[in-house]
């Protein structure tokens, strides 16, 4: 382990630590028995340097956002330009070239059809903004038609991850995603089965039938179908057949339903495509994305959609579109998501995410018969090892700090999704950190 020395002192991080534990909510962890926080005090390249000297090879990006690596010169002076010039306006009635270059760009990189961008603060928001642009968009159709509007309801797949806000939340995996906690406030949307036929398998189309059966019978009530194209992520890391996709737009367009990719975790490469949709050749009616958007530096999110459902919402008795965030469009969020796409293609994220993911292959096999170990999978720049048993988060946390590392399990999932920009040798640190905890007991329950 490499140790370095920080400005905060033992008795400095102890207090923060303590105000820490009293005040502050971090996720998913109780507030009154919490997980601990480790203290940061920088980040560089894929190193997360901590208060108490440790320097942590990243395996988790940032919760899966962080492309090029932290405090990176271009991605920094991108933030201090725009913030010499100004670091947000409103965008009723106000636009700025950092926002036009992104939107343009995002209309020119994404599947044929996308054209209208609308910008917004998060993953979750974005598709809240997604679920209402179909919504509005089937009752601007419904009036226009004089039909009696009915497409009011979302399908979905189970073992789906969408955010953790109302609308996203209710079209998430129903056990795990905890409908039972808000069921009389939630939406009540249709499930079908999670697909089966995971990528690299031979296809069966059976992995469709209870799907297809589900547009049939309720076709009339849906507005939208929504999926995370090939990766389930929060939902257990699942690869599925780029069939299945496939057949989902097959499906919306058959029965006249709008089709939804949610690319917030595989979009800018993630999977070895640009955006995972490539993988099915397919082009979604609305996508949503965020996380890597600005490289893993500030949040924000943008929902594109087609000319069609643009146009026939401003055709609509409200004759726009019935949103509008404070920070739409930030010209800081929006400038560091310029710099960060243009890396993009400036360090050849193909090359990056196929050498990574041939080396991540390599180093996993090993695991792959370990008795602790269900599962290997490796997609482009995401590995995931499913273990027997749950991992007991507090203790495998510990370790993985004492070996250098920053990864952190959830359920039965270690999993690895690293910045873009890692080597050979700091990818075989981190396999080799799970390696040595998949052999002590006591990291499991
Ligand atoms: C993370 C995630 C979201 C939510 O994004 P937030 O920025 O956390 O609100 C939505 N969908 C998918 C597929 C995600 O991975």
Known sequence: MNNKHTAITPSEQNSLLRLDKEHVWHPYTSMSEPL????????EGVTINLASGEQLIDGMSSWWSVLHGYNHPKLNAALQQQAAKMSHVMFGGLTHISAITLCEKLVKLTPPGLEKVFLSDSGSVSVEIAMKMALQYQHARAEKSQHKLTKTKLLTVKNGYHGDT???????????????????????????PAPKVKFGQVWDSNDVTELSALFAQHHAE?????????????????????????????????????????EIATGFGRTGKLFACEWAGISPDIMCLGKTLTGGYITLAATLCTTHIAQTISEGVAGCFMHGPTFMGNALACAVANASIDLLFENDWQAQVQAIESTLINLLKPLHDHPRVIDTRVLGSIAAIECRQVVNVAKIQKRFVELGVWIRPFGTLIYIIPPLIINTEQLTTLVHAIATVLDEDDCFS
């Not at 601990?36 to 980040?43: C, E, I, T």
């Open 36 to 43: 601990p926080s480790y203290l940061v005090d920088s980040a």
């Open 166 to 192: 109302f609308a996203a939340m209710s079209v998430c995996d129903p056990v795990t995603g905890m409908h039972q906690i808000f069921e009389q406030v939630l939406m009540q949307h249709y499930f079908a």
């Open 222 to 262: 849906i507005a939208a179908f929504i999926i995370e194209p090939i990766v389930q992520g929060t939902g257990g890391m699942r690869f599925y057949h780029p069939e299945y996709l496939k057949a989902c737009r097959n499906l919306c367009d058959q029965y006249d339903v709008l089709l939804i990719v949610d």
